[in-house]
């Protein structure tokens, strides 16, 4: 960011205490606060990881292991063997870069350290990326005040015997019975949203069993860092 900003970082432990630097490996979460000179404050969330020991992938502790890469490089599989460990500096030299990017690999570190060494290969419903998010949305309500305003969550979807529901189906605001340039009036909300946040979001609206907006959004710095 550019001109006079003020930044302020808390930093959760994995059960959602605050400290002011990590004690135990693991997972960590940091919510940043950027004042910008105007006012106007921004938040954003950063997943972390405290490893046992401080290290470096790419000098004091190389990558060892055999990558199997596709045969549409055009490389034969006996120079990616013998060649293997200029492939992990390379791996390990990728992830130091990384990290100071993103938190992707922090991501990664974090959900594997709390699966069980006799955990089998997870689905997508219990990655990494998945239990981050887990964690993410537990935080946030407790930070926005949901957790005490809605303490159940709502486990979906949930389907019920003999309940009779509306089909919905794809249709105009004017089918939905919504003013008319509602949806233009929508989506410049949607667009101030997406320009304030890096946390891209998908919109759904249905009024009437009618869904007269649906879309995908993400602000140009989010899609940057996808």
Request: charged share 25%; glycine share 6%; aromatic share 8%.
């Amino acid at each position: 960011m550019l001109g006079d900003y003020k930044i302020d970082v808390t930093f959760y432990t994995k059960e959602y205490g605050v400290v002011e630097k990590p004690t135990d490996s693991g997972r960590y979460g940091a919510v940043v606060k950027i004042t910008a000179e105007d006012g106007h404050e921004y938040v954003r969330f950063r997943t972390l990881y405290k490893t046992k020991h401080r290290m470096m992938l790419s000098f004091n502790n190389p990558l060892d292991g055999e990558l199997m890469f596709p045969s549409a490089i055009g490389v034969e599989e006996l120079i990616w063997h013998n060649q293997r460990q200029s492939v992990n500096d390379y791996v390990g030299f990728a992830i130091e870069r990384d990290i100071q990017r993103s938190h992707d690999f922090a991501i990664l570190l974090a959900g594997v350290s709390e699966m069980s060494p006799q955990q089998e290969a997870v689905s997508q419903l219990e990655s990494a990326i998945t239990k981050d998010r887990q964690w993410w949305l537990r935080l946030k309500r407790k930070l926005n005040g949901n957790a005490e305003r809605f303490a159940e969550l709502t486990a979906a979807p949930l389907s019920i015997n003999g309940l009779n529901a509306p089909v919905l189906r794809e249709g105009t605001e004017e089918e939905a019975g919504m003013k008319p340039r509602t949806v233009e009036k929508i989506n410049g909300i949607l667009e101030e949203w997406a320009n304030d946040s890096d946390q891209p979001f998908n919109v759904c609206i249905a009024r009437r069993s009618i869904v007269f907006l649906t879309k995908a959004m993400a602000s140009e710095m989010a899609n940057q860092s996808q």
